[in-house]
């Protein structure tokens, strides 16, 4: 059965869309949590685009759901770079398990970049977790 948002929208808040003029961590006007996306039909490329890992990967199960996990994952570079978006209500979450095992093991891949962000700070994952911010 293939997934859907339901009530996450979490990808809503966390998301800037220049086409809206709704800035990243705020939630969007046109999202209601029992109604989901007003202008879905019409909605604007970057929400098109937007490519939530969860709803993609059928490996990933109902843990790491945005709304039960508390942040979104997507990719960039062809998906050599994991992009961890977390919900700054919950900047932590990543760090439970099994997500930071995981996200570490992930980040271990030869090739593969994995960068956890709470609003513009963030970190690189390797041996050193080196900071990092959006520019």
Not at 106 to 133: I, K, M, N, T
Request: charge should be positive.
């Amino acid at each position: 059965m293939p997934k859907s948002c339901g009530d996450c929208g979490l990808c809503c808040k966390l998301m800037g869309v220049a086409a809206l003029d709704k800035p990243a961590g705020k939630w969007c006007a046109h999202f209601g949590k029992a109604r989901g996306c007003s202008v879905y039909q019409d909605r604007p490329s970057d929400c098109r685009v937007f490519n939530c890992l969860w709803l993609l990967t059928d490996a990933l199960d109902e843990t790491w759901k945005p709304s039960v996990a508390g942040f979104i994952l997507h990719s960039e570079q062809g998906g050599n770079r994991l992009i961890v978006e977390c919900d700054p209500a919950r900047p932590h979450d990543w760090r439970r398990e099994p997500y930071q095992a995981t996200l570490r093991r992930w980040a271990e891949a030869p090739g593969q970049e994995v960068l956890v962000f709470a609003g513009r700070r963030g970190v690189r994952l390797d041996a050193a977790d080196e900071p990092v911010r959006r520019v």
